[in-house]
């Protein structure tokens, strides 16, 4: 405390100089005394560094008290005066929010094409190298290696095994009536909607006499679906790719979620793992459960894919063992910032669509919404942006919704074709339509990962009970990842990012996979035989033409 204070004292450069190497050192010997090596205050650094909020450079209380900065409780004069003053939210000091605005019949088509961009999304190489150690940790040590991270990180010191196996204890599932009731809602739809998904028997196609193709459906084995937890309770995350999992017939189950810092799971987690018939709950959170549910440990079963979304590090850690062939492991689709796209028309209701907007404007800064409006004036606009500051102003997160309707647009357009022209060519994660006859727009749409018809849709239902599945978020990939090129660590982590117009959302299809087989006749590879043999000619592959030919002088020869 000494050396900091006659560093914060030196002014001339030799004076700082000497003085910091003072602190450094003896910062140094506090560190070695208490076991810290200079990797660990890295690792810390590189932590710091991706945090999204830091602190404005005011003195804690103690040392404010210290300096006279601020009066204390009680005190007196004009900085006592000047602190009783309600002050304004920080967002209200920083004026409206508001979202900019392109009449697109007067605005060259570049700059609407350009108003379209969505914020460049790419990785932090700190984040790689942050991950990288602990896969390898928990690859090499197991359960020992989960152990130590979830007491690390979680706080969970008590903890003495880093999974909880079925049968649950009915004491970890101490819910209300009304949560319970809503989880059992949600349940349902969800696994109704799914259910419907299933292929009622395999297809079987005879392309030619004797030639008969088939295509089945077997579920994948083992699932490890990350949900994330910790100080938030996510029991829709666990509904929706838990229920998919148990309607698909996945044969192991297995849930991962950080613990509170006692040890214990929430409540609705634990439920929901049981009515999905769950085989486990890995208790860590972040890459060591990655790592853990990928290689597997003398406790927690290995399993075939990875499934779910988690923050920087989840995604990093899935993205990581994906590409490892000695783990063998598939995963989903890393989420990433979320989106909106709203189509309005004069008929909707200025504060039904500023709800919508703001519904995924409050996910993250990194968030982006879009309004459509179709034939609006200056007036019907205005009342829209009004209720969305007003709304806005009220939420708890209404420094993050600022940072995310700074990169949001509004485009007024003609007509509804123009508006799903621009639409389609967006490709939003979530389209909501609060158009008069809603319904009637529908097969206009071509590139959406879900769909919201009409004023009494709101997204929120398909976050929670609708039934259908709310992991929509896509990801694209620039070549492989971390070592392959100069390029490799550029990862776009997208929500949708335009990558509707490739790929669904997770779905039934998500936990199963297709398998293809043949049945040919003695007749059928007669028919086919003189193609076969002609292509593998071309191709130069004579062990394939050889394997016909074989059969076909077999079959001459009877």
């Known amino acids: 405390m000494e050396e900091a204070e006659e560093l914060c004292q030196a002014s001339k450069k030799e004076e700082v100089t000497s003085e910091a190497a003072d602190l450094i050192y003896f910062a140094l010997t506090k560190c070695i005394s208490s076991g810290v090596s200079l990797e660990d205050v890295e690792r810390n650094l590189d932590l710091k560094s991706l945090k999204v909020k830091r602190r404005q450079g005011d003195a804690k209380p103690a040392w404010s008290k210290k300096l006279g900065l601020a009066s204390t409780k009680g005190g007196s004069g004009e900085t006592a005066k000047e602190d009783a003053k309600p002050k304004p939210p920080a967002a209200e000091a920083n004026g409206k929010i508001t979202m900019k605005c392109y009449v697109t019949a007067s605005t060259p088509p570049k700059d609407v094409r350009e108003a379209l961009q969505r914020p460049s999304q790419k990785s932090n190489d700190a984040v790689v190298n942050l991950v990288r150690p602990i896969i390898q940790d928990v690859q090499q040590n197991g359960d020992a290696a989960v152990l130590k991270y979830t007491h690390k990180f979680e706080k969970a010191t008590s903890l003495t095994s880093p999974v909880l196996v079925a049968p649950f204890p009915e004491e970890m599932m101490k819910l209300s009536p009304e949560t319970k009731t809503a989880i059992d809602v949600s349940y349902e739809n969800i696994r109704r909607f799914h259910a419907a998904q299933q292929d009622e028997k395999p297809l079987s196609v005879e392309t030619m006499p004797g030639v008969v193709c088939s295509r089945f459906v077997r579920p994948i084995e083992k699932v490890g679906l990350y949900i994330p937890g910790g100080t938030a309770v996510l029991p829709s995350t666990a509904l929706m790719l838990g229920v998919p999992a148990m309607v698909a017939g996945c044969k192991n189950i297995i849930f991962a979620s950080p613990p509170r810092s006692d040890g214990s799971i929430s409540p609705e987690i634990v439920y929901i793992a049981k009515k999905v018939g769950a085989d486990s709950i890995v208790l860590a959170g972040g890459a060591q459960a990655v790592a853990a549910m990928a290689y597997g440990t003398e406790s927690i079963t290995k399993v075939d894919k990875i499934l779910g979304p988690g923050n920087q590090f989840v995604t990093a850690a899935k993205m990581f063992v994906s590409n490892d062939t000695s783990a063998g492991v598939g995963i989903d689709m890393p989420a990433g910032p979320s989106e909106v796209l709203v189509i309005a028309d004069k008929h909707a209701n200025p504060a039904f669509v500023a709800s919508d907007l703001l519904s995924q404007a409050e996910h993250g800064v990194d968030s982006q919404v879009i309004l459509i409006a179709v034939d609006m004036n200056e007036a019907e606009l205005k009342a829209i942006e009004d209720e969305l500051h007003s709304q806005a102003m009220a939420l708890p997160r209404v420094d993050i919704v600022r940072g995310s309707i700074a990169h949001s647009v509004t485009f007024v357009v003609k007509n509804v074709e123009e508006a799903m022209t621009l639409s389609n060519e967006y490709a939003p994660e979530h389209l909501i339509l609060q158009l008069k006859n809603a319904a009637d727009v529908v097969p206009l749409v071509q590139n959406a990962g879900s769909v919201f018809i009409g004023e009494w849709t709101p997204e929120s239902v398909g976050d929670y009970s609708a039934g259908v599945n709310h992991s929509l ?79 076909m002088a077999a079959i001459d020869g009877q």
């Open 473 to 551: 978020r896509m990801y694209h990939r620039f070549l492989h990842l971390f070592s392959m090129s100069p390029t490799a660590n550029e990862w776009c982590f997208l929500a949708t990012y335009g990558y509707a117009k490739q790929y669904s959302g997770v779905n039934l299809a998500s936990f199963v996979k297709h398998i293809t087989s043949s049945n040919l006749t003695a007749e059928g590879l007669r028919n086919v035989s003189s193609a076969v043999m002609q292509l593998a000619s071309v191709e130069g592959l004579d062990a394939h033409r050889r394997a016909v030919s074989i059969r």
